[in-house]
Every structure is written in structure tokens, then in C-alpha cells.
């Protein structure tokens, strides 16, 4: 980089102009921009065939700059795959920063409506309904929303709604690789090229959101069914009302997220998973035995 114009031979080391008025030999920008992790180079530093690149997220490989003004170098076309991945790693980032950010703010809304419901307990009144609780989680939630109170459980029914839409917003199949992969895939489908992307998932697609996010969307239905449980309970229902407790399909729900945890080695989550299947199962023998004890006095 500190050799004069005049000693450079162009004819063996040409020069690249940047927009900013810099100007560096492509052996020198080729090394700056680590072009050889892109490509298999021959003895002239000229590429020769595609190179999968390390997986990583290293935010240094985002920075596509001049050495000297820092000036971005994104428009010269001899790094157009240097760049594009630099930006897909920059997009990653940004979801990573985003997705922690929104969960953050769904965890403290969460907080604020178990609180609320905890403080009103005292004066919910039960719904003199039956109430049949063994189909999927969100079945569950739905029949209590339109069946139980839409008034006590209209604000958590809606937040756990947007938790849902975040859980599918951190899906795998919604991040920047992935996205580029399966649009990637569908133009060799549709026979409009040979090449393919690929890329170590388990390094690069970031699952702890989703599982975050999977977690709290338990945590919410454990808070919902607890309440209305124990609503019920408070209250002595008329003779022929009915409440089935059957949460086979919430425990299962639990062991997925214990093995989406253990896939992505989010120990926190895995614990919670496991806590999360004894809650329900508590939930279910303890109305049961209730259940059991009201039939036979």
C-alpha cells in the first residue's frame, strides 16, 4: 500500500479506482477485501472457481471499506460476492438485534398482564359454561377468549396473538441466508441456474429467538389456563356444567421446545421446557383429583 505509483508495473498489478479517489493495486484491495476466502485464486491471484467461505458472523466482514477514508467499496463489481455476503451478514445482525429488542418488550407486556390477572382473581367471576380443554393450545385459548370472558381475557389473548406472529417472524425460514437459499433453490428449480447456496446451518441460522419466543408463548398459556382453573374452582358452577382437563397435546408441545433448545444449546430453555411439561401435568391431575372429589361427595 505505501509503494509509489510510479514503481507499480500495471500490466502485471493493475490499479482499481474507488469512487472516493483512492486507488489501490488488486493485489492490495484483493487482500484488504480477504478475496481469497471467496474464491480458489491461481498463481496470478486470478479466481478460478468459487470457494465456500467460512461460516461466521464476524461483524469485521461486514466492513466492505477504503483503508485510507473508510468510504464504502460496495460498487466495484470485482467484489459483487464479497459484498452480498457482507450484507447478508449485516441483515443477520440487524435481526439478531431486532429480535431481542422485540422480545424484550413482549416479555415486560407479559409481565404487566400476569400481574393484572393476578390482582383481579379475587373478584373474576367463572363463566357458567362447559369448558373442554384437550385440543390443540391455540384451540384451547380460542374457546377460552369466546367462551370464558372476552373482558378478563381479551388484552392477554391478543398479546399472546403477537407473540405467536414473533415466533413466526424468528422462524428459521424467515432469516436473511435462509431466504436467499430457498430463492436460491427455486430459480435452479425453475432451470435458471446451475449453482446453489449453502451455508452450516447450525453456525449461521440463529434459533435462540425463536425458542425465546416459544417459551414465552408457553409461559402465556400456562398463565391463561392457571387462571381460568382457578376461577373456576373459586366458584361453586351449577349442577351439569362440565370442565375437561385433558393437556396431552401442551406437554408435547413441551418436548419440542426441550429439543429445539437442545438442537441450539440453549440450556436456560431447556430447563424452562422441562418445568413448563410438570406444569401442565400438575394442572391436569390437580383439576382432575378436584374433578374426582366433587363426583363422589
Not at 104 to 121: C, D, E
Request: with cysteine; aromatic share 8%; hydrophobic share 40%.
Amino acid at each position: 500500500m505505501m509503494s509509489q505509483y510510479s514503481d507499480v508495473d500495471l500490466d502485471e498489478d493493475p490499479c482499481i479506482f474507488p469512487a472516493c479517489g483512492h486507488f489501490y493495486t488488486i493485489t492490495t484491495m484483493d487482500g484488504h477485501l480477504s478475496l481469497s476466502d471467496h474464491y480458489v485464486l491461481d498463481a496470478n491471484g486470478m479466481p478460478t472457481a468459487l470457494k465456500a467461505p467460512d461460516d461466521g458472523l464476524d461483524v469485521d466482514k461486514t466492513r466492505i471499506i477504503c483503508p485510507d477514508c473508510r468510504r464504502s467499496l460496495r460498487e466495484i463489481p470485482r467484489y459483487g460476492r464479497v459484498v452480498r455476503r457482507a450484507l447478508l451478514i449485516q441483515s443477520t445482525l440487524k435481526f439478531i438485534t431486532r429480535s431481542n429488542k422485540d422480545y424484550v418488550m413482549f416479555y415486560g407486556l407479559f409481565i404487566h398482564a400476569q400481574k393484572n390477572l393476578q390482582q383481579t382473581l379475587a373478584e373474576a367471576v367463572p363463566a357458567q359454561a362447559n369448558l373442554h380443554l384437550a385440543e390443540s393450545r391455540d384451540k384451547q385459548i380460542h374457546i377460552i377468549r369466546s367462551g370464558m370472558s372476552k373482558l378478563r381475557y381479551g388484552a392477554i389473548v391478543h398479546l399472546r396473538n403477537q407473540i405467536d406472529n414473533f415466533k413466526g417472524i424468528v422462524g428459521s425460514k424467515e432469516q436473511p441466508f435462509k431466504r436467499v437459499q430457498t430463492l436460491v433453490r427455486h430459480a435452479r428449480l425453475n432451470q435458471r441456474t446451475a449453482e446453489d447456496f449453502t451455508f452450516d446451518e447450525s453456525v449461521i441460522l440463529q434459533t435462540r429467538s425463536y425458542s425465546l419466543a416459544t417459551s414465552l408463548l408457553i409461559r402465556c398459556d400456562i398463565t391463561i389456563l392457571s387462571d381460568v382453573l382457578a376461577v373456576r374452582s373459586s366458584r361453586n358452577l351449577p349442577v351439569g356444567v362440565a370442565t375437561t382437563v385433558d393437556l396431552v397435546k401442551n406437554r408435547v408441545d413441551c418436548e419440542a421446545l426441550f429439543k429445539i433448545a437442545e438442537e441450539g444449546k440453549h440450556y436456560l430453555q431447556q430447563a424452562e421446557a422441562l418445568i413448563f411439561w410438570a406444569h401442565f401435568a400438575a394442572l391436569e391431575v390437580s383439576w382432575r383429583s378436584k374433578d374426582d372429589a366433587g363426583r363422589y361427595v
